[in-house]
């Protein structure tokens, strides 16, 4: 079901106790993350968060099980008519919260609208030439070229109510790079096991269950109330009295003290996740530092000096305490396309090597230059920055750290959805190919010249270009024969890598918590299907 050309990965990073029964009993469940979810609107941001947290709400054609395989969700079968066209044949009997029926309208709507103005969603539909529906069931795709991972890059789309989103005037995304708001922001029509009862931005969001969900609930919950607790302490604090169930995030340095609580677990894997730091290479001039009428990190040599001194190891041991897998690739290794022979990462400079490298390039007394970082997003996101700078001032880059939350940090450093620059110089940004655990998608998001034509790039912050890597990444999403995809994968690996296109930092580790009676999956991928969380 669904053509696809390489899926036996094995994804299944996964924690998964006491599914075989439900109990009888529904439960409230509670629980808190370091940051609110930034919206409602399914396609605000290609976040992971946001994403997972709206994925109990809408819900997409094709979904991901406890193993992160693709299964059946509103599209009951799926599949290429021939290498242009997919098609999609809709679930039947399918109510939305409200009560009505979905159809293939609210699908095609729906596809188009996260196609659309103010989507962040629209990296997803680059090889798309028109989606139409065929009778009231059937949704027909073409591709402007053999797309093979179609069905996996949507399957963290949800579906929205057409009537719902004409009839409350948000037919589009409220751009959020624009900080722009409608209906859709803080309120919600979905199809999925859960539906939204109470949204206060910043303080909770309160779901309850749907009686008339189409699937059969593995889940006990008729309450889920969500809570932003920015403050590790507060957070752990609050698990260990029983104030929450949950934490979504455990801080690096209590992982062990809530190990050796009797009432508690500990839930701790590899994410898919890579962090890392990333350069402007777009500008002629930075925004943010004291060189005028030029840009350093246009210079490779200057881009590999900051590269090679950021100890990766002592982040890991000392931040991270140990929860983290330094990487020099912008994949993890159960990612299709990882290259292992090419994660080897340079040597470290010492101080006076990196000085005379940037000595080199023009800069014998260093630069100064500014740097973005959330502070809610990435685990001891903040702290991760902090050492870098450090580290950058033994080498005589001196690193202005603006830390901030990540609604305000993704509005300034992301491009706009006409992909037009943010407004960065040196940023931390962290990345899952959750659509479709291939390395495709770092390349086409992250990695490829951003274009708005093909709306290529979209998450490509720092706009780092290299025409021979985008024609390989061009050819390789097209590609379906194994070895010779591997080969471009290969060589397009290098060209990033030999470039310092990038600072890949590390895979971090996926740590949850929660009270010892609750029952729940933990994907490798980070996502927290309510769906599968029972409360005794």
Known sequence: M????????????????GLA????????????????????????????????FNSNIYEPLVRRDKNLKLEPALATKWGQIDPTTWFFDIRPNVKFHDGSTLTADDIVFSLNRANGPGSNMQSNFV???????????????????????????????????????????????????????????????????????????????????NPNWWDKPQHNLTEVIFTPVPNPATRVAALKSGDIDMT????????????????????????????????????????????????????????????????????????????AYPTNLMV???????????????????????????????????????????????????KICQAVVAMLAKIGVKVNLKAQTRNLYFAKILRKNDLSPGETSFYMLGWSPAQTYDVHNVFEALIQTPNKATKKGQFNAGGYSNPKLDALADKLEQETDKAKRDAMIAEATKLYVDDFAYIPLHQQAVVWATRKNVDLVQPADNSFPLRFVTVK
């Open 332 to 382: 993890a290794p159960v990612i299709n396309g990882y290259m292992k022979d090419l994660d080897k990462r340079p040597a470290l400079l010492k101080p006076e090597e990196a000085k005379k490298m940037l000595a080199d390039a023009g800069y014998p007394n260093g630069f100064e230059v500014g740097m973005d970082c959330p502070n809610d997003r990435y685990v001891n996101d903040e």
């Open 248 to 323: 979504y995030e455990v801080p690096p340095a209590d992982t062990d003290s809530l190990k050796k609580d009797p009432n508690i677990k500990v839930l701790e894997a590899p994410e898919t996740r890579v962090v890392f730091l990333g350069f402007d290479q777009e500008r002629p001039e930075l925004l943010e530092s004291n060189v005028k009428g030029k840009n350093p990190f246009k210079d490779k040599k200057v881009r590999e000096a900051i590269h090679r001194s950021i100890d990766v190891e002592a982040i890991k041991r000392t931040v991270m305490r140990g929860q």
């Open 2 to 17: 669904g053509f696809n050309f390489r899926h036996s990965l094995a994804l299944a990073t996964v924690a998964c106790v």
């Open 21 to 52: 029964f439900v109990p009888a009993e529904a439960k409230t469940f509670k629980w808190a993350n370091s940051g609110d979810v930034s919206s409602m609107d399914p396609y605000a941001r290609q976040e992971t968060f946001l994403l997972t």
């Open 127 to 209: 090889s798309v030439k028109e989606i139409k529906k065929d009778g009231d069931m059937r949704v027909v795709v073409t591709t402007k070229y053999p797309d093979p991972l179609l069905a996996d890059k949507w399957a963290a789309l949800g579906m929205m109510s057409k009537a719902w989103a004409e009839k409350n005037n948000a037919v589009n995304s409220a751009d959020m790079t624009k900080n722009e708001e409608n209906f859709a922001t803080r309120n919600a029509m979905g199809t999925g096991p859960f539906m939204l009862k109470d949204r206060k931005p910043g303080e909770k969001t309160i779901l309850v269950n």
